[in-house]
């Protein structure tokens, strides 16, 4: 069974950084896309990162370019999210999600698109 497990969430002061780590595994690893969502209480889930593709290509949220860089380590079938200059505004659960098929930038950070989700870690910042 395919699973996503998220890592590295947290209470930081602003200004702080956090890793987080997505971890795949499952009967396939052989996907094209995984993005980084956050959801603040009240708020729609947003879209904030995304690598795709053999390249890989990364997209970001306006909101958290400069700040934020995704990566992954194909080697041990994880995804990371480094933040950095961490704002209270960035608070909220973080989850992974994976798509199995090409997904566009203009649709990368749309959560529709994703087919598997992990079950999120806890990002606070605060003073």
């Known amino acids: 069974q395919l699973q996503l497990v998220e890592s590295g969430g947290g209470l930081v002061q602003p200004g702080g950084s956090l890793r987080l780590s997505c971890a795949v595994s499952?009967?396939?690893?052989?996907?094209?896309?995984i993005a980084w969502f956050r959801q603040a209480p009240g708020k729609e889930r947003e879209g904030v990162s995304c690598i795709r593709g053999s390249g890989p290509r990364t997209d970001y949220a306006d909101s958290v370019k400069g700040r934020f860089t995704i990566s992954r380590d194909n080697a041990k079938n994880t995804v990371y999210l480094q933040m950095n200059s961490l704002k209270p505004e960035d608070s909220g659960a973080y989850y992974c999600?994976?798509?199995?098929?090409?997904?566009?930038?203009?649709?990368?950070?749309?959560?529709?698109?994703?087919?598997?989700w992990g079950q999120g870690t806890q990002v606070t910042v605060s003073s």
């Open positions: 499952g009967f396939t690893t052989d996907y094209y896309a």
């Open positions: 999600a994976m798509r199995m098929t090409f997904v566009s930038s203009r649709l990368a950070l749309s959560a529709g698109q994703y087919d598997y």
